[in-house]
């Protein structure tokens, strides 16, 4: 071999062990067995060779040639088995230990959900479900809130471009109720609701309520305030101080709102009671004379109670949360306290 070929051989040797990944070596191979490569080159020059030694030459080059390329071979096998090891030692994961986390449990809300239809249902109650989706009607119409009623700007409302909407609230479940029902009845109904809000810390444009109705026949006053504080007793194993004043809304007559003493600040006031140290939980009255009669209830027989339960601030109040966007963040350092 020349002292050409031999130099050759000698620098490809020592770039092969220095190479020390398979992009390194494929440089090297370019270097050297590439179209303007070291030992493409010298072969080229074979036409400058005296001819006598040009087989010899010849025979030379094409040795130095597959010398070359197994050599660039075994290297990158062994490159090649270096990055897979080095790739299972940085990416290995640990199955069991997904395994052990994954055990998940309900949402809190889901949670004190359940809690109150076991409450209610212990006191006859039956558990009522109605579509995300209602027609005005159902939302507003049979709920004494006719078109152009001031009482609609209370509920900012989400339209759908077939004319229905996202419900506001879950009381169109009682007119779904009422036209299943044969009085006497007493139902709850909890579910998702809609609003075209700004969010903050106390307002979510999506939220839970449970709404309840009773209808019978003398239901009063004393009936419907019996009844909350069996509710409220039972969700919050202690006593909590409420107060009861006149609320307006259009399906009930008396309105009152039931509100709670603000248990994140003690009623001292905070971002969450906006600062009155009392939070509206539980608005609710005596069935509208109209509501009954769109529901195909004579109010002359019967009468009836609802309320209104704010579930997502019964929770709050509950387990001392002081925002409610943290129930949809999704993020699971919060839920997992539950
Ligand atoms: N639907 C009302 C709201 O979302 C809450 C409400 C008030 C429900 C009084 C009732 C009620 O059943 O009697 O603002």
């Keep these: ?17 220095n190479a020390e990944n398979l992009r390194a070596l494929d440089e090297i191979r370019v270097a050297f067995r590439g179209q303007k490569g070291k030992i493409t080159l010298l072969s080229k020059s074979i036409k400058d060779v005296a001819p006598e030694n040009r087989a010899s030459f010849g025979k030379d080059i094409n040795e130095l040639k597959d010398l070359a390329d197994s ?14 090891e080095q790739q299972l030692e940085s990416e290995w994961i640990d199955v069991t230990i997904s395994k052990k986390d994954q055990k998940g449990h309900l949402h809190p809300l889901t949670q004190i959900q359940n809690r109150i239809e076991d409450i209610f249902t212990s ?9 995300e ?7 507003f119409e049979a709920l004494n809130i006719p078109k152009d009623h001031p009482a609609r700007d209370m ?29 006497p009845f007493k139902v709850i109904a909890p579910g998702r609701v809609f609003r075209y809000e700004a969010i903050d810390a106390s307002h979510e444009n999506t939220f839970y309520q449970v709404e309840g109705m009773v209808v019978d026949k003398e239901i ?11 509710l409220l007793r039972e969700v919050f194993e202690k006593d ?51 509501v009954l009669k769109a529901g195909g209830i004579d109010p002359n027989e019967y009468s009836g109670f609802a309320f209104g339960l704010g579930l997502n601030r019964l929770v709050m109040m509950k387990y001392g949360i002081n925002d409610i966007r943290h129930f949809q963040s999704g993020d699971l350092r919060f839920v997992r306290q539950f």
């Design 123 to 131: 006191m006859g109650f039956i558990v009522l479900d109605g579509p």
């Design 133 to 139: 989706t209602e027609s005005e009607y159902n939302n």
């Design 220 to 230: 009063s006053v004393a009936n419907l305030i019996s009844s909350m504080r069996t």
């Design 71 to 84: 050599l660039i071979e075994k290297r990158k096998t062994e490159l090649f088995e270096k990055e897979v």
């Design 155 to 183: 509920q900012d409302t989400f339209w759908t471009t077939d004319g229905n909407l996202l419900r506001t609230h879950t009381s169109c479940i009682q007119v779904r109720g009422m036209k299943k029902l044969k009085p």
């Design 240 to 290: 909590v101080k409420v107060r009861l004043r006149p609320g307006y809304f259009p399906f009930v007559e008396p309105g009152f709102e039931l509100d709670i003493s603000c248990l994140i600040c003690g009623g001292s006031g905070c971002s969450v009671c906006k600062q009155s140290g009392w939070v509206e939980l539980l608005p609710c009255g005596l069935v509208h004379p109209n």
């Design 1 to 17: 071999m020349s002292v050409d070929l031999n130099q050759i051989k000698v620098e490809l040797v020592e770039a092969l062990e």
